[in-house]
């Protein structure tokens, strides 16, 4: 008989495929915002509606400069999966959920262990409420963030 698929994992699989939307030629992130077992919106990593992206240009700024992972975002044409996903829920609806996030490698496709989200986007997950941000990194592996340690733990301020 076969076993039933762990509800941390089933959000997270969801999470997975909403990744394959991403437009990033480098990484392709999904988001998720689930509160009392319901999804509440979806999110992926690719340009402001309207414009090109990355991957309809085969162009990517970042890349090109060889900037590395987790540096100069400001370069970049995409609207992160977290912040899409936060801008189309009510923040009532996310007040104690639960984000959801996996990433992809752009070229192979295949998931990518130790990710994180952004200094930008753990600000905008702190203010929209959200109580805990869960990250894929294996088909099964997962991490669980309390966003209070975000709180507790300010990158943003320097001693």
């Not at 414009?51 to 400001?74: A, F, Q, T």
């Not at 805990?132 to 991490?143: A, L, S």
Request: charged residues 30%.
């Amino acid at each position: 008989m076969k076993q039933r698929r762990d509800k941390t994992n089933y959000y997270l699989d969801i999470a997975q495929a909403v990744a394959g939307r991403g437009t990033c030629l480098r990484r392709h992130y999904g988001a998720i915002i689930v509160k009392n077992d319901e999804i509440i919106s979806t999110g992926y990593n690719g340009a402001p509606r309207g414009r090109k992206n990355c991957i309809d240009l085969n162009h990517c700024v970042r890349e090109e400069l060889k900037v590395p992972s987790g540096e100069r975002y400001e370069l970049c044409r995409s609207v992160h999966a977290e912040a899409n996903c936060i801008i189309s829920a009510s923040r009532r609806d996310m007040l104690g959920a639960t984000l959801y996030l996996a990433c992809l490698d752009g070229k192979t496709g295949e998931l990518l262990a130790g990710t994180n989200s952004c200094t930008m986007c753990k600000r905008q997950v702190i203010n929209a409420g959200i109580q805990t941000v869960i990250i894929r990194d294996t088909k099964d592996e997962f991490r669980v963030i309390d966003v209070n340690k975000w709180i507790e733990d300010d990158d943003s301020l320097s001693d």
